[in-house]
DNA sequence: TGAGTTGAAATTATAGATAATTCCTGCAAT
DNA sequence: ATTGCAGGAATTATCTATAATTTCAACTCA
C-alpha cells in the first residue's frame, strides 16, 4: 500500500475507519483526539481532520465541543443502507452493462467462487465487493462510486458486527443469476436480480454480554 | 440564523458553499487556505476542516500537497446527479408517502407557486428545494436525505452557472401533478413522475466569455 | 534551447494556549 | 439514607502561532 503519498490525516482515516468497520472500536464509543494522536505519533490537528473524513462517511458523528463517536446503527439503518444500495446500484448496472466485457465478467466469476469457499466473515466480504465492484464500476460515473463505496462500508460495518465470528459457506445463487443474465445481453433482468439480492437481510440470533439471545440483522449480498 | 452554536470551520464550510454553488467563486480556482483564513480572521486549521466538509460534499476536490480546488463539472456529471437525484427521491417519497399529512401537501403547494412567481433563478431555487424537501423529509431515512441535500447542491450549483441572470417564469406542471397523486393516494404514479421530473435537463444557449455562444445544461426539477 | 538550481509561496505538521465540558466531591434538603 | 444541587478539578475540544516540507516558477549556466 502507498502509504507514504498519502497525508498523515488519510493515512489516520483509513486506518480508524478499518478498526470501526470490523467493530475492533465500538459503537457509541469516543474518539479522543489527543488519544488517536499519540497513538499515531502525531500531533492532534491531522486527526481532526481524520476525524471529519469519518464523518462524511457516516462512520463517526460529532457534535461541536462535545467531541467525536462512532456512530450507532440499528435496524432501521440497515433497512436504510440496503434499500439506498439497491436504489443506487442498479442505477450504476444500467450503466455499467454496456461496457461489460467478457473478461470483466469472467474475474466477476472468479470473485463469486472466492465467495463460495470463504470460511470467514472477513474472506467473504471482500470478495463480495470486489464482484459488485467488478460489475459496477464500468458505469464511469464516479460521484456514483464514491457513494456506493460508503455504503459497502457501512454494509460490512452491519455484518462484522452480526457473524463476528461465526461464517457457514454458502453458494451465491444471485451472483450466478446475475452473470447469466449479463453474458445473455439481458440488463433489465440482471438489474432486477441485484435489486432484491442487495435488499435482502440477512438474520441470526447472537449472544449478548448478559447472556441472552437477541436477533442480529446484516446485509448478506 | 445561530452561527455562535457552530464551530468556526462549520460557519467557514458553509459560507465557501454558498460562494461555490452561487458561482462567485469559479470552477477550479484554487482554495489557497492563507486567504481565507486572513479573510475570516482565523487561523488555518479551521479553514482546513472547512475544505474537508467541502470535499464530502463534491463541492472541492484536494489534492494532497498541491491543495484544494473547486470542482469543475460536466454535462456527465450533471446527468450523473440528476440520475442519483431521480433514484433516490422516488426511494425517499415511496417511505414518505404514508406519512404524508394534508396540511405538509398544502405546504408544499404553497412553494410551487412560490416557485411560479419567482422572478430569479435564486428565488426560485430556494422554493424549488422547499418542494422537494417537504414531500420527503417525513421517510424519516436521515442517511438518504442527506445525500439527496448534497445532491441538491451540486443541482443549484448547475443551475445558477447556467441561468447566471436571466429568468423566466414558468409554471410548474409536475409538482402540480405529482401532489394531485399524492393526494389521491397514488403513491407509483407520484413516484414515476417525480423520476421523471427530476431527470429532465433543461438546455441554454449562454455567451461565453469569447464572444461566442454555447449551451449550457441544468437540472431544472 | 534546455537542464539544473535557487528562492518564493503554499501546504502540511507541531506545539502551545484558551475555552468549554464532564466528572467528581461535598453539602444541603427532602 | 437517598436525592438534588453547587463548585472545582481534570479532561477534552478548539484555535493560534510557528516550524518544516513540498511545489512551482524563474533564472543561471552550459
Redesign the pocket.
Known sequence: MATTED???VRISKELADRIISGVIEPGS??????V?EEF??????V??A?RRLEAQGLAI???????RVAAFDLGEVREVAEMRAALEVLALRHAAPHLTPAILDRAEEATKAGDKSRDVRSWEEANRTFHRLILTPCNMPRLLSTIDDLHAASARFLFAAWRSEWETRTDQDHRAILSALRQGNTESAAATLGRHVQWIGQKPVKTASGRTRDAFAIVG
Open positions: 497525508t498523515i490525516a469516543r474518539l479522543r483526539q489527543d488519544h494522536a505519533g502525531t500531533s492532534h490537528v491531522p481532526r481532520e476525524f460529532s457534535e461541536p465541543r462535545r467531541g467525536v
